[in-house]
């Protein structure tokens, strides 16, 4: 199983990224897959998710005006559409995949760095 995660890097106050994560070797109708990130000093938080299956989503409360995420099924690809980015955003972001609503994470994959600074 593989979680290939791209799109990070350095982006003004304001600015906009989209993260991707590619899923080989998974079932993705069959997972949930998502984003967490973990900036310096802080403990991982999950940031958002979405069902291959049915296509529901949870996204961060405190994060839903500013990030959506979507899904490729075709591509077995998720996105994170990050918007208004705020130097509170920077963090190593990380893919992952396993139960409805990742409260079971079974797979990770590699971290992508996103700095948010002017």
């Known amino acids: 199983v593989q979680l290939q995660a791209s799109g990070g890097g350095l982006v003004q106050p304001g600015g906009s990224l989209k993260l991707s994560c590619a899923a080989s070797g998974v079932t993705p109708s069959s997972v949930t897959i998502g984003w967490f990130r973990q900036a310096p000093g802080k403990e991982r938080e999950g940031v958002s998710c979405?069902?291959?299956?049915?296509?529901?989503?949870f996204t961060q409360y405190s994060l839903s005006d500013r990030f959506t995420i979507s899904r490729d099924n075709a591509k077995n690809t998720i996105y994170l559409q990050m918007n208004n980015l705020k130097p509170e955003d920077t963090a190593v972001y990380y893919c992952a995949a396993g139960s409805t609503f990742l409260t079971r994470v079974d797979y990770w994959g590699q971290g992508t760095q996103v700095t948010v600074s002017s």
């Open positions: 979405i069902s291959f299956s049915d296509g529901s989503t």
